[in-house]
């Protein structure tokens, strides 16, 4: 059975950090793309990070650069995504995504919000 399961998230002054963890179960992690999105309350979904290998691309919208962190463990099926300096614009659900050609599979989602 195929599992994406997000945790980390919570409430956070502006300027806090959190990290964001997506536990990966029932296939092959390290043969897919991971990507973490985001969605606010009446907006569209929309990438916040995306990572294919350990060490490999990693992908930001300007949204973001520079204050957020991609990273994954294959060893350990864990994707992450490090939050810095944290915007109330930030406060949406995050979802963890996984693709691999047709394949694609998404988590519950773990939300997020900034405010003081």
């Known amino acids: 059975q195929v599992q994406l399961v997000e945790s980390g998230g919570g409430l956070v002054q502006p300027g806090g950090s959190l990290r964001l963890s997506c536990a990966a179960s029932?296939?092959?992690?390290?043969?897919?793309?991971m990507r973490w999105y985001r969605q606010a309350p009446g907006k569209e979904r929309a990438l916040v990070a995306g990572m294919l290998l350990p060490g490999g691309r990693r992908d930001y919208p300007d949204s973001v650069k520079g204050r957020f962190t991609i990273s994954r463990d294959n060893a350990k099926n864990m994707l992450y995504l490090q939050m810095n300096d944290l915007k109330a614009e930030d406060t949406a659900m995050y979802y963890c995504?996984?693709?691999?050609?047709?394949?694609?599979?998404w988590g519950q989602g773990t939300q997020v919000t900034v405010s003081s």
């Open positions: 029932g296939f092959t992690f390290s043969r897919f793309t």
């Open positions: 995504n996984a693709v691999y050609g047709n394949l694609v599979y």
